[in-house]
């Protein structure tokens, strides 16, 4: 199975000017846990998610009010709409991320692949357990962001 068939497609972006509560209603009325921060020009510049908010935005400096650039995780992760969906998990698990940015192979956004994502696609496996164990470990590389 390739990325593309079990990945959400289509980005909701915000701009690094917006506020993390405009950020969090959006996500709202998508029903959605993330949102890309892109340039006026369409460049991905970075990932905020419900987490980033909660945690960075809300927890640690108390302002619903900050901007999205200020929260955001700027290391996005990628993959390819034409990957093999267990190869994208597998990179998932090894970097500890639940979202992966999705690009076609021009390198243009197509949508996110989430931890759900796979998890609904491959249904109760074997795999899909170790997957979500291991991407859910403490301390990881990039734990604190996604």
Not at 40 to 59: F, K, S, Y
Not at 128 to 137: A, N, P
């Amino acid at each position: 199975m390739q990325v593309r068939e079990a990945m959400t497609h289509g980005c909701e972006t915000v701009r690094p000017s917006d506020t993390i509560r405009t950020a969090a209603q959006r996500m709202r009325d998508m029903d959605i846990g993330d949102v890309l921060v892109s340039d006026e020009g369409g460049q991905v510049l970075g990932i905020i998610t419900d987490r980033d908010i909660a945690v960075r935005g809300v927890a640690e400096a108390g302002d619903a009010n900050i901007q999205t650039e200020q929260v955001m995780t700027r290391d996005l992760l990628k993959c390819y709409d034409d990957d093999d969906l267990v190869d994208a998990a597998r990179k998932m698990e090894a970097e500890q991320v639940r979202r992966l940015l999705v690009c076609d192979r021009s390198d243009r956004p197509m949508g996110v692949l989430s931890q759900a994502d796979i998890a609904l696609a491959m249904g109760r496996s074997e795999f899909t357990g170790e997957m979500v164990e291991e991407i859910s470990q403490p301390g990881g590389p990039h734990s604190q962001s996604h």
